[in-house]
């Protein structure tokens, strides 16, 4: 290729660059400077493995948070029995059953979860969760905000 058609190669590149660069709305930035400040980062988990590695131990379920920052958590569960009749003032959770069989009660409504199943738990539902069978259930729990298990009130069944 010839210098002089490099050359314009080069300066139309670089316009088209510079007015790209333009027309991205600062806001994005702004998104990711947030992201980077409010400490989420991205990560890859290997569930299996991690449900082997628990570290908060109850009668009834076992927990490790796996990921986390100011807007919302991550966690691997391991249902060992029930988990009573509660409620979450500000948090929305997510449930993935990711192992064994698991009934639930949410708002009032029962329902049979098996592996697979993915279950929305809006702030202020009153729920329970039991496993079934002798197995323990392994869920994956997303929560935003953050979860806190000092924010669970328990309530009369």
Known sequence: ???????????????????????IPWDIWDAVEETQKNGFQSSV?????????????TDNFDY???????????MLLRLKGKIAMHVHPD???????????????IGGTPYDLEPGS?????A???????????MPAEIIVIAQ????????KYVQE
Do not use: C
Not at 118 to 122: A, C, D, E, M, S
């Open 91 to 105: 948090e929305n959770h997510i449930l993935f059953i990711y192992r064994g069989k698991v009934k639930a009660m």
């Open 64 to 74: 490790s948070l796996v990921s986390g920052s100011d807007d919302m958590s991550a």
């Open 145 to 152: 905000p953050p979860s806190d298990p000092k924010d669970i």
């Open 124 to 134: 202020k539902a009153v729920h329970s969760i039991e496993k079934v069978g002798d």
């Open 45 to 57: 988990i290997d569930v299996a493995n991690k449900f082997g590695q628990l570290e908060t131990i």
């Open 1 to 23: 290729m010839k210098k002089r058609t490099m050359r314009n190669w080069f300066i139309f590149l670089f316009v088209i660059g510079v007015v790209i660069g333009f027309l």
């Open 118 to 122: 993915l279950v929305t738990i809006p």
